[in-house]
C-alpha cells in the first residue's frame, strides 16, 4: 500500500519501478537456481497496476 500511496497519481511510474524489480528479480533467481523456470513473474509484480488507457 505504500507504493500505491508514492506513486498515487503516476500509475506508468508504479508499472515500470515494478517492471525493473522484476527483472532484478529474474536476474537473482537465474543466479541463485539456474535450472528453476522462473515462473510467471510477470502476473506477480505487474497485474495488479492499472494503468490509465488513454
Known amino acids: 500500500m505504500a507504493l500505491l500511496a508514492e506513486y498515487r497519481g503516476d500509475r ?5 519501478y515494478l517492471a525493473a524489480l522484476m527483472v532484478e528479480a529474474e ?3 537465474a543466479r541463485l537456481a539456474p ?11 505487474l497485474s495488479w497496476v492499472r494503468v490509465p488507457r488513454p
Open 12 to 16: 506508468v511510474g508504479l508499472a515500470l
Open 35 to 45: 535450472s528453476t523456470p522462473p515462473g510467471n513473474l510477470v502476473s506477480r509484480f
Open 27 to 29: 536476474e537473482q533467481l
